[in-house]
Nanobody, 122 residues
Framework: QVQLVESGGGSVQAGGSLRLSCVASGYTGRYCMGWFRQAPGKSREGIAAIGSDGRTRYGDSVKGRFAISKDNAKNTLYLQMNSMKPEDTAMYYC?????????????????WGQGTQVTVSS
């Protein structure tokens, strides 16, 4: 069983930065780990994923601004968010997929954190 706990959300002005963290309990070494977000009235969007081999994939909306990374020793996943925009405002979720391939598709992720709110003001 994998449990995920996010932290680091908050409020920031446009152009600013935030770093989200996600601590995982249970073995996630072979898993694809990802960050998702969901704004009010919208569907959940996959924005960044990292595989067990360190490969990464990003959604078009965050490419070049956000960076996903992980510290295996600390069992922690990170999302560094730079050059933030008001449209980045959403609830952000950490998730794990028992998959050896890299994906941003929600349906492949079976483990989810409770979410952390990010608000970007203009």
């Amino acid at each position: 069983q994998v449990q995920l706990v996010e932290s680091g959300g908050g409020s920031v002005q446009a152009g600013g930065s935030l770093r989200l963290s996600c601590v995982a309990s249970g073995y996630t070494g072979r898993y694809c780990m990802g960050w998702f977000r969901q704004a009010p009235g919208k569907s959940r969007e996959g924005i960044a994923a990292i595989g067990s081999d360190g490969r990464t994939r990003y959604g078009d909306s965050v490419k070049g601004r956000f960076a996903i990374s992980k510290d295996n020793a600390k069992n922690t996943l990170y999302l560094q968010m730079n050059s933030m925009k008001p449209e980045d405002t959403a609830m952000y979720y950490c998730a794990a997929a028992d998959a050896t391939f890299l994906t941003l598709m929600v349906d492949f992720f079976g483990y989810w954190g409770q979410g952390t709110q990010v608000t970007v003001s203009s």
